[in-house]
């Protein structure tokens, strides 16, 4: 059974620094991983999607890699801003109907 | 137009009421999912329809009761729900690749937020 891992579950940092969020996934039969950001109460924005066959997808500040192989994706977000404060959640799509696994998110704060 | 939209955006309802959730996509994606997301938690699924029909469904209680009346819109009907089952309730599309693979990005609407009483 697929099992989505994210670390760190929380994590803040002042504006303007560099991180990376990690994302870990136990069967690397998956289609694709997909990246979103979900602010309180609200639904899910897909911010990347990275295919099996590929090693990264950059969109403005963010960039994601994926290793398949270790079973591991990191999503980098440049320059942060107090507006990327929101929750950061990893999803693996290895099922049959397109079905999502999610990770328990990042949760992630920028201090002005 | 990527959007995924749901009504009510909110719901409050008593354990003996009847209602309906609805979510409706014009991308012409022809696989729609339900999840369901309690608080503090990641979203997970409920129901897969897949070309209008019924592909998955992850044993959720017969008093949630999905229909698919066509490929753009996906109700979930609601019965005698129960103060646990209150969360946020997430619809969600996508469509196959001209392989018949289903490896494109998915789409998320804003939720529904249920309230059971």
């Known amino acids: 059974k697929q099992e989505v891992t994210q670390i760190p579950a929380a994590l803040s940092v002042p504006e303007g620094e560099n991180l990376v969020l990690n994302c870990s996934f136990t069967d690397s039969a998956i289609y694709n991983l997909q990246w979103f950001r979900q602010d309180p109460g609200k639904g899910l924005t897909s911010l990347l999607l990275i295919q099996s066959s590929q090693r990264e997808q950059t969109s403005g500040r963010l960039n994601a890699s994926l290793d398949k192989s270790s079973g591991r994706s990191t999503l980098y977000i440049a320059a942060s801003q107090p507006g990327d404060s929101a929750t950061y959640l990893c999803?693996?799509?290895?099922?049959?109907?397109?079905?999502?696994?999610f990770g328990k998110g990042t949760k992630l704060s920028v201090k002005p | 137009d990527t959007e995924v939209t749901q009504t009510p955006k909110h719901l409050v309802m008593g354990m003996t009421n009847k209602k309906s959730l609805k979510c409706e996509q014009h991308?012409?994606?022809?696989?729609m999912y339900w999840y369901k997301q309690k608080a503090k938690k990641p979203p997970e699924l409920m129901f897969v329809?897949?070309?209008?029909?019924?592909?998955i469904n992850e044993s959720v209680p017969s008093r949630f009761s999905p229909e698919c009346p066509n490929s753009s819109l996906l109700n979930l009907h609601l019965h005698a729900l129960q103060p646990e089952d209150s969360a946020l309730y997430l619809c969600?599309?996508?469509?196959?690749?001209?392989?018949?693979?289903?490896?494109?990005?998915?789409?998320f609407g804003q939720g529904t937020r249920l309230t059971v009483v």
């Open positions: 999803a693996v799509n290895g099922g049959s109907q397109g079905n999502l696994i």
């Open positions: 969600a599309s996508s469509h196959p690749t001209r392989a018949g693979e289903w490896n494109t990005e998915a789409f």
């Open positions: 329809y897949s070309y209008e029909k019924l592909s």
């Open positions: 991308m012409g994606h022809r696989a």
